[in-house]
Each structure stands twice: as structure tokens, then as C-alpha cells.
């Protein structure tokens, strides 16, 4: 059986056909469900290239193809391409597949009515809150307003008509948005025994000036970089001798340099762009001191888990699952600056506490190795498989 996943990635695809991502989704990630299904259909958005840099990964591989999305980013380039997203999403999923809507996103939204409409069996996976998507800071949209109220709702109305639903979180995502058939909560993060430290870290009074390390996207300010610039900034006009180190590509990243510029924190803020995901980001995290994401939403921030790996301490924001992940006294609110420069300077005081933090974190990364996440996984797709085997056979029966 094919198993249909559909999903917001974006990916480039080169004259030979090939198509290519560097973060995220490359084919290691879709072989997880080659354990169940006979092949793996990806409907994602696709932009044609000339050319991928060689550190991108393939896609596609024995078992897994691609199915491509007019590429779009943003709600008003999907607004001009809706049409077309549409047509071309409804024609991914044949009648005897297997569905998976990785939840929330437009492409989801384009395929669930159809397959409400015929009975169509399908299951999603929850890996972010569009209400924290959407939240003032995360984009920059006039409509942005309108899709906080919209989103949640259409969300929660796909969850409730899953036939099943995988959260990332352990309880954030189930409350809001539930499943009222199977559920399970098992995260996407992919951690091999590479990615792991053999032991927490020591600190102690530092001459050098502290390093914070930031990882995400800045094709939209979800992760809030924006917030933690002007944390570096209040810490560094507070005397504090630190510097930030951010991995992360997009169309903000001009407008996030200036920002650090003009707070006069332009050599202390070093942007890096997009690294390949694996060993470079790692040496990045392991030259660091301290974690931080301050993200506006989340899932279960994959970012974090692999910096616990390394056995980083970590600061987060209240928000998705990073409570699930850190205790309350290394969280704060989404978008308070001064909650967080006040967090930063509160762990680069302690080098014990900073140490204990550093332990405490190797120890609960190991809760997402793949082998431990993977068993788990195994019960969702199977379930998904036997419902729309059921679901065929007796749809072969009535004929």
C-alpha cells in the first residue's frame, strides 16, 4: 500500500528531475514509514532550479517519490496560487492510498474536504499550533489577524474527522486540538546515537565573552530572532559580555542584520545562513554555551531536543511543547524581551546551576532517540494502514 503524506515543506528540484532539500525531510526521514507502507508518496510545494548547493539532500529514493505543489510562500502568494495548489493537491491521493496530512497547512486544508466528502480514511499528524503561528510578531501580514481565527478552527475540525492523529507534543497539541479516534503522542525528531555527548558539560568563570547559539528558519519570525536580538542588545547595554551566533536562512535575515546594527550589536551578532543539517550544526552547538529559542510557536522544537544532545543548556518560551521539554524556571513569555535578557543573565551568573542544566538535559534528549521514538511511530502507521484496508474492503463489497 502507498501512503500519501502531505505536508508544507518546500523543496527545489533540479533540470534532471531530482529533488533536493537542506533541512529537514531529506529521504533518511521517509524511510521510517517504508516499515509499514510499500512506498511513500511526498506532496509538497517544488520550485525549479538550475542548481543545489552540494551539502542538499535527495528526497526521493527506492520507495519514496514526490508529488510537487506550485511552489508559494506566504499567505498572499498562496492567495494568487490557490487555484492551482488546489487542483494539483486533490490529484495527489489516488483512491486506494493510504493518508497522512501533516497538520496545520494549506495543502492539508486543500485535501482533507475532499476526502471528508467521499469517506475517505485519513490521519494526521499535529506538528504546530496555528495559533501560536499567527500570534502578533510571527508574521508580518495584514491578514495575519484573520488566520489566527481561522486556522485553530479549521485545525480542530481536522482532527475531530481523523481517523487517527499523531501529536509531536505528549499534551500540548492533544488539548487543543483533539483526536476523538486514536491518538498518540510521539515526536518527529530524528537523534542517532552520533548526535548524543558522551557526557554534561562543566562550566566555570569565563574571560571570553559567552556564546548563545540560535537555530531556525527566517523565512517568517516564528522563532522569534527578532526577540532575541533585542535581549543581546539589553544584556550587552546591561555590561554583559556576550555574543550571539544565529543558523537560519530567509527573506528576514536582511532586516535582522540591520536590526543588530542598528542596537549596536552588528559584531556580536554573527549570522551563519543555512548550514547542513548533521555534523556542522553540531560543531556550531558544541562551540556554544547556552541554547535559546524564544519561538512564537512550536511543535516539539526539533532545534532544541538536538541542542540537549549536546548537552547545552536551553532557554524557551512557554509556548507548544518546550514546557514538555525544560522546567518552568528556563521558560518565558512569547515575545517579552526584558523576561528574557533578565533569563540570560540569570543562567550566565551560575556556572553551576549552568552545569546542572547542561546534565539534566543530556539525560532527557535520550527520551527521543530513533529507536525508542520509532517503535512507537510503528503503532500509528499501522493503525492508519488497517483503517484504510477496511475501509477499501468494504467499499469493494457495496459495488
Known amino acids: 500500500m502507498k501512503v500519501v503524506v502531505a505536508?508544507?515543506?518546500?523543496?527545489?528540484?533540479?533540470?534532471?528531475?531530482?529533488?533536493?532539500?537542506?533541512?529537514?525531510?531529506?529521504?533518511?526521514?521517509?524511510?521510517?514509514?517504508?516499515?509499514?507502507?510499500?512506498?511513500?508518496?511526498?506532496?509538497?510545494?517544488?520550485?525549479?532550479?538550475s542548481h543545489v548547493p552540494s551539502d542538499w539532500q535527495r528526497v526521493e529514493g527506492e520507495g519514496v517519490s514526490c508529488f510537487p505543489i506550485p511552489y508559494y510562500i506566504g499567505p498572499w502568494q498562496y492567495l494568487i496560487k490557490a487555484w492551482a495548489v488546489q487542483q494539483a493537491a486533490q490529484k495527489s491521493v489516488g483512491h486506494r492510498d493510504a493518508v497522512i496530512l501533516r497538520v496545520g497547512g494549506m495543502i492539508a486544508s486543500c485535501i482533507q474536504p475532499m476526502l471528508v466528502k467521499t469517506g475517505h480514511p485519513y490521519a494526521v499528524e499535529v506538528v504546530a499550533d496555528p495559533y501560536d503561528s499567527f500570534a502578533p510578531g510571527s508574521i508580518k501580514s495584514p491578514v495575519r489577524?484573520?488566520?489566527?481565527?481561522?486556522?485553530?478552527?479549521?485545525?480542530?475540525?481536522?482532527?475531530?474527522?481523523?481517523?487517527?492523529?499523531?501529536?509531536?507534543?505528549?499534551?500540548?497539541?492533544?488539548?487543543?486540538?483533539?483526536?476523538?479516534?486514536?491518538?498518540?503522542?510521539?515526536?518527529d525528531v530524528e537523534l542517532g546515537e552520533e548526535t548524543f555527548v558522551s557526557q554534561p558539560r562543566y562550566y566555570q568563570e569565563k574571560t571570553a565573552p559567552f556564546t548563545l547559539i540560535f537555530v531556525g528558519t527566517m523565512a517568517q519570525l516564528y522563532k522569534a530572532p527578532d526577540v532575541l536580538i533585542n535581549a543581546v542588545a539589553v544584556c550587552v547595554r546591561d555590561g554583559l559580555d556576550i555574543q550571539l551566533i544565529l543558523i537560519g536562512n530567509g527573506q528576514y535575515r536582511g532586516e535582522l542584520e540591520a536590526q543588530a546594527q542598528a542596537l549596536g550589536i552588528g559584531e556580536r551578532a554573527i549570522f551563519l545562513g543555512q548550514l547542513q543539517a548533521g555534523e556542522v550544526v553540531r560543531a556550531q552547538l558544541d562551540r556554544a554555551d547556552i541554547f535559546v529559542l524564544p519561538s512564537h510557536q512550536e511543535g516539539l522544537p526539533r532545534a532544541m531536543v538536538?541542542?540537549?544532545?549536546?548537552?547545552?543548556?536551553?532557554?524557551?518560551?512557554?509556548?507548544?511543547?518546550?514546557?514538555?521539554?525544560?522546567?518552568?524556571?528556563?521558560?518565558?513569555?512569547?515575545?517579552?524581551?526584558?523576561?528574557?535578557?533578565?533569563?540570560?543573565?540569570?543562567?550566565?551568573?551560575?556556572?553551576?546551576?549552568?552545569?546542572?542544566?547542561?546534565?539534566?538535559?543530556?539525560?532527557?534528549?535520550?527520551?527521543?532517540?530513533?529507536?525508542v521514538l520509532q517503535q512507537q511511530r510503528l503503532i500509528f502507521y499501522r493503525y492508519v494502514r488497517e483503517q484504510t484496508e477496511a475501509w477499501i474492503e468494504k467499499k469493494n463489497q457495496s459495488i
Do not use: H
Request: glycine content about 4%; proline content about 7%; overall charge neutral.
Open 7 to 49: 505536508l508544507e515543506a518546500r523543496f527545489e528540484r533540479t533540470p534532471d528531475g531530482a529533488i533536493w532539500t537542506l533541512v529537514g525531510f531529506a529521504y533518511s526521514f521517509w524511510k521510517r514509514y517504508l516499515d509499514v507502507f510499500d512506498q511513500v508518496c511526498v506532496v509538497a510545494r517544488v520550485k525549479d532550479v
Open 306 to 371: 538536538e541542542a540537549m544532545a549536546r548537552a547545552l543548556p536551553c532557554i524557551g518560551s512557554t509556548v507548544g511543547g518546550f514546557p514538555e521539554l525544560l522546567p518552568a524556571e528556563y521558560l518565558v513569555p512569547p515575545g517579552d524581551v526584558e523576561a528574557l535578557a533578565a533569563k540570560i543573565r540569570e543562567v550566565i551568573a551560575n556556572p553551576d546551576r549552568m552545569a546542572r542544566m547542561s546534565a539534566r538535559n543530556l539525560e532527557k534528549a535520550k527520551e527521543y532517540t530513533e529507536e
Open 145 to 187: 489577524p484573520f488566520l489566527r481565527w481561522y486556522s485553530p478552527r479549521r485545525l480542530r475540525d481536522q482532527c475531530l474527522e481523523a481517523s487517527a492523529a499523531a501529536y509531536v507534543t505528549q499534551d500540548a497539541l492533544q488539548k487543543r486540538y483533539p483526536c476523538q479516534n486514536f491518538s498518540i503522542g510521539v515526536s
